[in-house]
């Protein structure tokens, strides 16, 4: 696992800034919903956890038209 993943390397994997922000907090989220859940304390603060799965490949987002869910 990587101790931080570099912009230049997160970048590759989404198309935007924002789009890194929003997939970042999302996954953060459910880390974090999953961590009270299971009483099981992360070994990384959830965001950087997020940011690593992201630069490993282990999330991805899809991109969807405004109005849809």
């Known amino acids: ?8 390397e997160l970048m590759g994997k989404v198309d935007s800034r924002y789009t890194l922000v929003v997939a970042a907090a999302k996954r953060a989220r459910m880390l974090t919903e999953d961590e009270m859940k299971t009483n099981q304390p992360l070994r990384v603060k959830p965001v950087t956890l997020a940011l690593e799965e992201i630069s490993d490949g282990y999330v991805c987002y899809k991109r969807i038209k405004a109005g849809q869910k």
């Open 1 to 8: 696992m990587m101790n931080k993943p570099s912009l230049d």
